[in-house]
């Protein structure tokens, strides 16, 4: 700005700034944090400004560096930008040419998260058909809890309101701080030496930083080889931890997870009153059949006049013994039919029969019956039997 | 952690429903019906008297001991 020249041109300042700030040795590398907004991805760069709550600083990224980011900036992410400060002379505008760019804090964290769940839902952790049932009836029902916590009270209180016959033990755990995740796997494996068929982690609400222990990956892995089904209630509806994902039931609350790890007892006396009913009802059902069976039986002829029954009886014998004795008769006199019959032939055979007829029989003194003249000799007796006697004669 | 002798309040409850439905549904000798009715009722009074007796002695639960072994 001498006397020759009262002025320089736009390009001479501009190109004279930007030989100053470029020539700030600490411009030529530095780290930025700051929040993305505006971004903007085109072929070869991408164009975002970073910001805080009072200043924004124009960036650009080209993109043989947006090649090796290992996530997706996107408006809203805290970052860490590394680069230079140059200036862009022709619109005099100085920007933070970015080589790297990683995401801050939270951000980092969840970045973290999300390759960790990928990787566990790769390996199948997280699969749905790796859920089991929950016990109906539970006996013994562990909770992995901070020691005398509002979570724990809750618990204990609706669990045996809901259902006093299950036996509670508590494994008290830190459940935040740098210190919780080697506490909770410790208490885990601690429940694991009990008889338990439920086990349950609770925790109330909190930052999601203040939930990170339930993020562990040894602890994740731990839970999705527990002998027992397992319920999460950590944190509240919108946290969702590594371990929810792998539990067999996820809750939101304490009250919640007490719910699903037991039976409504008010539910099972009801069911046991119903059950009583059904069976009077029944019962009372089945009895009044019996009872209608019987007096529809009792109502037969047979049971009305049971005396019909013998008349029956006699009347058969009655007539069986009718036929005996016509049987009988008609026998005898078949019989006496038949002797006559032999009497008659008997009497035509019989040899006096012949002296009717004026034949006679002679006989020697000894009985023997002469049937020739050489049969006697003179002076043997002789007795004639005639029809109506006997002449004794002397032979001559 | 009671050691089960006898059958379970599940099982119990489980065989409450099996006579109720056999009791309800089926065609039984009536004989057989009396029995499955006086068993279910014996039930219901074992089944009720035991969630009664546990209600009273509410308050059980204890606390793990803090060192693993």
């Known amino acids: 700005m001498d006397k020759e020249n009262p002025f320089v041109t736009v390009s001479q300042i501009n190109g004279y700034l930007k030989a100053v700030i470029e020539g700030i040795a600490d411009f030529k590398r530095l780290t930025v944090k700051g929040e993305i907004s505006n971004f903007k991805r085109y072929s070869n760069a991408a164009y975002f400004d970073l910001k805080d709550e009072k200043s924004v600083l124009p960036c650009v990224m080209w993109s043989d560096s947006l090649f090796y980011l290992g996530f997706d900036p996107k408006d809203g992410d805290e970052v860490l930008a590394t680069g230079s400060i140059q200036v862009y002379q022709p619109r005099g505008r100085y920007q933070l040419y970015v080589s790297e760019l990683s995401l801050f804090g939270q951000g980092a964290e969840l970045l973290r998260l999300e390759a960790l769940k990928k990787k566990l839902t790769a390996e199948g952790l997280f699969d749905e058909s790796r859920k089991r049932p929950l016990p109906e009836f539970p006996d013994t029902i562990g909770i992995i809890v901070g020691e005398g916590s509002a979570a724990e009270a809750d618990l204990i209180k609706n669990i045996q309101r809901r259902w006093p016959l299950v036996d509670i033990i508590i494994f008290p755990s830190l459940v935040q701080g740098a210190n919780a995740p080697k506490d909770l796997l410790r208490a885990y494996n601690l429940s694991h030496e009990y008889k338990l068929t439920t086990l349950i982690f609770a925790r109330g609400g909190g930052s999601s930083e203040d939930l990170g222990a339930f993020n562990d990956e040894a602890l994740v892995r731990a839970v999705a080889t527990s002998a027992v089904p397992t319920i999460s209630a950590v944190g509240h509806e919108v946290d969702f931890t590594l371990l929810d994902y792998v539990v067999d039931k996820r809750v939101s609350t304490p009250t919640a997870a007490a719910e699903a790890a037991t039976p409504d007892g008010e539910e099972i006396l009801q069911e046991l009153d119903d059950a009583d009913q059904s069976l009077d009802t029944a019962m009372e059902g089945i009895l009044l059949e019996a009872k209608n069976h019987l007096s529809d039986l009792a109502s037969r002829p047979f049971f009305k006049a049971p005396e019909s029954m013998y008349k029956q009886a006699e009347d058969a014998v009655g007539e069986l013994d009718r036929r005996i004795d016509l049987a009988y008769s008609n026998g005898l006199i078949r019989k006496k039919e038949e002797i006559t019959r032999y009497a008659e032939r008997l009497q035509g055979l019989n040899p006096y029969g012949v002296l009717k007829r004026g034949y006679s029989i002679t006989q020697k003194a000894d009985g023997t019956i002469i049937k020739s003249t050489k049969d006697v000799k003179v002076g043997d007796t002789l007795e004639s039997h005639l029809e109506d006697g006997i002449i004794t004669s002397k032979v001559q | ?69």
């Not at chain 2, 068993?39 to 035991?50: I, P």
Request: hydrophobic share 35%.
């Open chain 2, 1 to 69: 952690m009671a050691e089960k002798k006898e059958k379970s309040f599940e099982e119990k409850l489980a065989r409450l429903h099996e006579i109720v439905e056999k009791v309800e549904g089926e065609t039984l000798p009536l004989e057989e019906s009396m029995k499955l009715y006086e068993e279910g009722k014996l039930l219901v009074a074992d089944l009720n008297k035991t969630l009664e007796e546990a209600e009273k002695k509410i308050g059980k639960f204890q606390v793990a001991s803090k060192t693993s072994k």
